[in-house]
């Protein structure tokens, strides 16, 4: 029987405190409101001031209980994980990471930028409204806590959510998320180069007891004609560029790979680039010689394919 990497102990006490958590600041913040509102028509910044205040302050609390019930996970490092290398057209990687983001938050660790940004806006919501209202209509006064209210336990919901998001546990070193837009910029890259038949992105997949792990995501593009055997793969770095590329020729005579790395520099990525393709088709046609297709793509490039073209460092 296959163990499963993951156990869970149970959620449910800390959903009961946290339902209760919110009611009780958001009661509190219509007790406290309903004091602070008649300042709104003699000292209105007084009012932004406490409003402000008492949104920051509670924000810890809602920390704490996320941190807490994030890591009620415990990771089995015993686990045998599968991996296999698998690539997918762009859109199709998107599609897949958020669903994985989605159904695996209890395990990954990412920064929801739309729910922090929702949880700012409702608490920006929350200290302007009751300002404008009241410079609308004093028979409105009555509502204004209510709203203040209403809004501190909306704004409570969503900055647990982000904070459940962005901390971390023991599982989530093995369980990692890469947002398709780090890779957007390799791939336009690639699509943008001369001798590409395909271009997507690659990565390896592991799957244990019905989870899914993914590593090493890539912007890949493989070379028309000898697109089993010759890749270009561009990797970027674990917080921003620069881009790395590599060029990859199978041999068909010995099952290894010859390969070229290449740093990209800003500005000159697609004459790169192009010199990559020229080296991998340069290695092939050496040791296999050419084709149809590769003629006319050699043609397309305008070159014939003579010994190593650059000094680029070459990884046998």
């Known amino acids: 029987m296959t163990k499963e990497p993951v156990t869970y102990s149970s959620l449910m006490p800390y959903y009961i405190l946290l339902f209760a958590v919110l009611i009780i600041l958001s009661f509190a913040g219509v007790e406290v409101s309903s004091y602070l509102v008649v300042i709104l028509y003699t000292d209105p910044l007084l009012w932004f001031a406490y409003a402000l205040s008492i949104m920051l302050a509670i924000a810890p609390i809602f920390w704490i209980i996320a941190r807490v019930m994030k890591r009620r996970v415990t990771f089995n490092p015993d686990v045998h994980w599968d991996y296999h290398n698998q690539e997918l057209e762009y859109n199709a990687f998107a599609n897949m990471m ?7 938050s209890h395990l990954i660790s990412r920064k929801d930028q739309r729910l922090l940004a929702a949880a700012l806006v409702m608490m920006a919501t929350a200290v302007i409204l009751p300002a404008l209202v009241a410079a609308i209509s004093v028979n409105l006064v009555f509502i204004l806590p209510f709203t203040y209210g ?167």
């Open 98 to 104: 958020a669903d994985y983001a989605s159904g695996y």
């Open 150 to 316: 209403g809004l501190e336990l909306f704004y409570g919901i969503l900055l647990t959510s982000y904070f459940y998001r962005s901390i971390s546990n023991e599982a989530s070193t093995h369980f990692h998320y890469e947002n398709p837009r780090r890779l957007k910029r390799a791939y336009e890259l690639l699509e943008d180069t001369l001798g590409f038949a395909m271009v997507g992105v690659g990565f390896s997949m592991g799957e244990a007891g019905g989870y899914y792990a993914f590593r090493s995501p890539a912007a890949i593009g493989r070379i028309a004609g000898i697109e089993a055997v010759a890749k270009v793969e561009i990797t970027i770095g674990d917080i921003s560029p620069p881009l790395t590329a590599f060029g990859t020729v199978s041999s068909t005579a010995e099952g290894d790979a010859s390969k070229r790395m290449m740093e990209l520099q800003p500005g000159n990525e697609l004459h790169q680039l192009e010199g990559i393709v020229r080296w991998c088709i340069t290695t092939y046609v050496e040791e296999n010689g050419s084709n149809e297709i590769l003629d006319d793509l050699m043609e397309e490039l305008g070159f014939d394919p003579e010994p190593s073209y650059d000094s680029s460092p070459s990884i046998d």
